[in-house]
């Protein structure tokens, strides 16, 4: 037994004998397999194309869908700027003022030849003490501005109880027509002291040889370039001429006018014919916008000039003055604002306000009407939801009805005007929706809105 030899176990054991190997015989590949195995990949590299090309050509449709939202987004953003630049527009052109004075005349030279000779001049040249400071008529005037800018013009004449005609006549011009603004100023508070000395009682009577008149007053104005018809604000921005726009001395008389009316208890300066110019001229100064500055004294100057009327020429006075500012300011937002301006601190104020707003009214249905229940039957038959329908008239419409009507005193005597308006600011309020995007659509809707509030309470 040899050594190396398995032993019996060994033989036995199934995991320690090798298995047969299966050699099996390689198949033979034919000229066949050969060109099915290229057709094969062939086939597989056109599908494989065709696939991607399929692949390509939907990211560019889809590039192309993407840009086309874009486009179509690009186009509705811009066609709402432009809709929205439009009402930018329209509304900036919606803005009241109007140009009330235009090109200055000649103003008159202020020589004053006689002023000299005063007697209060003389009576300082004569006076012993002028070897001190003596005195001259040719230095006279420049001593006399003297006086009136320290405030001692006016003690001495009060003092004295007279004003000459040409300390009046002086001081006048100096108001209208000075360049110094001091000279204006003091020659204005000299007309109002001895203005308003003749509404004291224990005042000493004054005696003034010289008064205005109402033409006096008109010259200025006419020297100033007021218009007899305005023009727009925008017809002003496009001149650049320095004689154009308000005169520097409309503060002045302005002031010297409210004085003036204020002493009609005393003095009777202006017929009702001319005080009734007034209270229109007045009113007219508010329509300019570089004015704004001077709304105070404007209203006291105007509530001065309403107070001249006595009470039987009031009735008559205020529907002149309010058919002649219908006739005069353009059918606008200009012409709220000259309601607006007539403020409602007395009885007098709130009539004249609500008649400028009827005959205003009047003029916009061009005089068809022959009361007042056919203005609120004409503005109940406007079809508000018809998109021609002019909303920016409607709501001036609106406006002029409601100032007319605050104050008309037909309302209490006629019920069934308060019924029509009722139906007018229902018919602004409901059919008009809250996604009409019209010019003043919002504005027609919530101002009826509210006004209907205040009526049902």
């Not at 034919?30 to 090309?53: F, N, P, V, W």
């Not at 202020?110 to 004569?126: A, E, Q």
């Not at 009734?276 to 000039?305: N, P, W, Y």
């Not at 009407?369 to 508000?384: A, H, M, Q, R, Y």
Request: charged content about 25%; glycine content about 4%; aromatic content about 8%.
């Amino acid at each position: 037994m040899d050594l190396d030899d398995p032993l019996d176990f060994e033989n036995e054991d199934p995991l320690l004998t090798n298995p047969i190997v299966n050699k099996k015989r390689k198949k033979a590949i034919g000229l066949d397999d050969l060109l099915t195995d290229h057709y094969k990949q062939k086939s597989q590299i056109l599908e494989r194309e065709k696939k991607r090309a399929a692949k390509a050509k939907k990211n560019y449709n889809s590039d192309e869908d993407e840009n086309g939202k874009e486009a179509l987004l690009s186009n509705i953003v811009n066609s709402c700027q432009n809709q929205m630049e439009e009402i930018s527009v329209e509304e900036e052109n919606s803005e009241w003022g109007l140009q009330v004075f235009g090109n200055k005349e000649t103003i008159p030279p202020l020589v004053f030849p006689k002023l000299g000779s005063c007697s209060l001049l003389r009576s300082f040249i004569n006076n012993e003490v002028n070897t001190l400071v003596e005195l001259s008529t040719e230095t006279g005037e420049a001593f006399l501005e003297g006086l009136l800018v320290n405030g001692w013009l006016s003690k001495l004449v009060l003092a004295s109880g007279e004003v000459e005609k040409s300390i009046a006549t002086w001081t006048f011009k100096l108001i209208l027509y000075s360049s110094k603004e001091e000279l204006r100023a003091s020659g204005c508070e000299f007309w109002c002291a001895i203005l308003s000395s003749k509404n004291e009682v224990d005042a000493v009577p004054v005696k003034i040889h010289w008064f205005p008149s109402y033409s006096d007053l008109e010259k200025a104005l006419v020297a100033y370039g007021i218009l007899s018809e305005f023009s727009s604000t925008a017809e002003l921005d496009n001149t650049d001429s320095a004689d154009r726009g308000p005169p520097e001395n409309l503060i002045a008389w302005v002031k010297f006018t409210a004085a003036c009316c204020q002493v009609r208890s005393k003095k009777s300066m202006f017929s009702s014919k001319e005080a009734e110019k007034l209270v229109e001229v007045v009113t007219c100064l508010f329509l300019d916008r570089r004015l704004q500055g001077l709304s105070v004294i404007l209203h006291e100057c105007m509530h001065s000039a309403i107070s001249y009327f006595t009470d039987p020429e009031w009735n008559t006075s205020c529907e002149k003055i309010a058919k002649s500012l219908a006739c005069r300011v353009p059918r606008d937002i200009n012409c709220l604002r000259v309601v607006d301006c007539i403020s409602r601190v007395n009885k007098r104020c709130k009539q004249l306000r609500s008649a400028v707003a009827y005959q205003i009214l009047v003029i916009f249905f061009e005089n068809k009407i022959t009361n007042e229940e056919e203005i609120l039957n004409l503005l109940i038959t406007v079809n508000v939801k018809d998109k021609t329908c002019d909303l920016f008239r409607m709501y001036i419409y609106l406006a002029l009805t409601e100032n007319w009507l605050l104050s008309c005193p037909k309302l209490e005597e006629k019920p069934v005007m308060t019924e029509m308006w009722g139906v007018y600011l229902r018919n602004c309020s409901c059919l008009i929706s809250s996604t009409d995007l019209r010019l003043y659509a919002s504005k027609v809707r919530n101002k009826a809105s509210y006004l209907l509030q205040g009526l049902t309470n």
